[in-house]
């Protein structure tokens, strides 16, 4: 063991810096720093990993709309501070704020500014730094105005990528005043438009709208959260308001839906709704320009399926109710958000699939014009020596709200189609037993989540999506039964293995282990580093001296972050495109 260490040592004295912190990264004694949101929902990770190519949030434009605070109703953004002047900005860019509500002399608002703002698009506090355009608007003045809610004409268009409240309210009245979760007919109307605004946006490809959920354990407020197309937010910590949409005796929207939709690590929902907010304003920015993928349908999947759950040991869901009661799909994640959609399109079909999905992924299908649609299928496999310790699936489609009205005036009607997933295994039968499925019968999302999957073929089947169009994402986190660090396959772990780590470092998805990907996870990163290393560890002497002198890489850039370096410089990525800039 002495002789170990000292060829150990001597192999560390003849590497690069850079390479020592990385060899060195991970061994007993290593500490965490302590975790920002950003770092709890794994954008550090994605910091890293992507260093120039990650995407800020840029291109577009986004809404904020916020309650009036106080005795002068402030609900203004103070662009002044340094989250949003551009002296932190990725290319030096401040905000540019428009008012939509006309009343910015009514003040700035610390909720709007250091609560919301900087955490949907602040330069060190969100996850879309790049987003520096933004619409603001006063709570009460979108009603009436933009919403139009008491008004015989259509709402304004909200043509955003992404809109934001961070409120609740209601629309009845009474003395003292009623709690935001009490019905009233005018809060059916403010929420038909409000759906109908976030489907017709941006030419019918929507917007994605996020809206909090209260504090506290009240129960479930009408404004917004009762929305069928929007995403509902509560806490990491399970203190909001949580269950099922309200059934009132009077006028009633969509009763029995679980909501929240997901949750996010802040202590306020106000703050961890700007968060998911911000979540989508990246994602927004990386499939710009990938068609069909823009739609609000497909963002919302995303989200959900790149959502964790282990994080809360009673997260349950039912084939009747396809999120948890508390903690919806998990907590926001926005790598594994990222992922899904660097996974690529995989198109469903009609008929038995003839290949396998990758292993992250999203579909978009539309057939409002295809009354007769059939089943839609999808084909997943766990490789042989593998097992699927996640596999996640979200399901999100729009309520339709539609104007009954054949003359200049607007009378709001939603319908909602009833689609439904189910997963089989596929193995020797095309869709021989069914294993499970999410068929809720008053949701617009349906969710299906797998541990320890065992290798072999599998299928996913969406139903009833004749006359409609969904949006569906998918993640599969994949783990050899046996790690090895012998890349190579030569019997034995040393030198060599560790150079086809070292070119292969900063493979997002698809590697293999001929790749350097030791643990079977799709990716070559620092933990399959440490496979490698407890393997040259295991090794006898002769194969660890063979690393003495292990030349400094071409690239020449590794750094130390976490439990090992990630290649910050070219790096291969498959299943999608290769970002290599910052774009505005």
Known sequence: MHRLRAIFAG?????????????????????????????????????????????????????????????????????????????????????????GSFMASKGVSGHAT???????????????????????????????????????????????????????????????????????????????????????????????????????????????????????????????????TLSPPTASYGPGRSKPDIVAPLSSTSAATAAVSSAATLLYDAVEGTADASNNEVIKSMLLAGATKNEFPTWSRTAAQPLDDTYGAGELNIYNSYLIQLGGRHAGTTNAPTSAAPSYGWDYQDHKSSPSTGDIFYNFEVPAGSTAQELSVALSWNAEVTDADAGTGFAPSHSLQNLDLRFYDSNGTFMGSLLDQSTSAVDNVEHLYFTDLAAG???????????????????????????????????????????????NLGTLLGATASEGDADGDGDVDAEDLGVWRAGIIAAPPAAVAGLVGVPEPATGLLAAAGLGALFLGARRVRGGNRRDSFRR
Do not use: C
Not at 46 to 69: H, K, M, W, Y
Not at 208 to 222: D, E
Not at 490 to 496: E, K, P, S, T
């Open 11 to 99: 192999i560390v004295r003849s590497m690069p810096r850079a390479l020592v912190a990385l060899v060195l990264s991970g061994l007993p004694g290593a500490s965490l720093a302590a975790q920002t949101w950003q770092s709890q929902v794994d954008y550090t990770k994605l910091q890293q990993r992507l260093g120039s190519s990650l995407p800020t949030g840029a291109g577009g434009v986004i809404s904020q709309v916020e309650a009036g605070l106080g005795s002068s109703a402030a609900y203004y953004v103070d662009a002044s501070s340094p989250e949003f002047d551009g002296s932190q900005d990725p290319t030096n860019t401040p905000v540019t704020f428009t008012d």
């Open 114 to 244: 250091n609560t919301v703002g900087a955490r949907m698009y602040g330069d060190t506090e969100s996850l879309a730094p790049g987003a520096n355009n933004v619409v603001l608007y006063e709570a009460n003045h979108w009603l009436s105005n933009i919403v139009r809610y008491s008004s015989s004409m259509p709402p304004d268009a909200q043509n955003y990528r992404v809109q934001n409240h961070s409120w609740v309210g209601t629309l009845a009245t009474g003395d003292p005043p009623p709690q935001p979760f009490v019905e009233h007919p005018n809060n059916v109307k403010v929420l038909q438009r409000f759906d109908y605004m976030v489907e017709t946006a941006n030419g019918g490809q929507g917007m994605t709208a996020v809206v909090g959920l209260n504090n506290s354990t009240n129960p479930i407020p009408y404004l917004l959260s009762h929305s069928y197309n929007a995403i509902g937010v509560g806490k990491t910590d399970g203190f909001h308001s949580s269950g099922l």
């Open 457 to 503: 073929t599998y299928t996913l089947k969406v139903s009833n999506a004749a006359g409609w169009d969904y949006g569906l994402a998918w993640r599969t986190k994949t783990q050899f039964n046996l790690f090895s660090g012998d890349f190579n396959g030569d019997g034995a772990v040393d030198g060599a293995d560790f150079l086809t780590w070292q070119r």
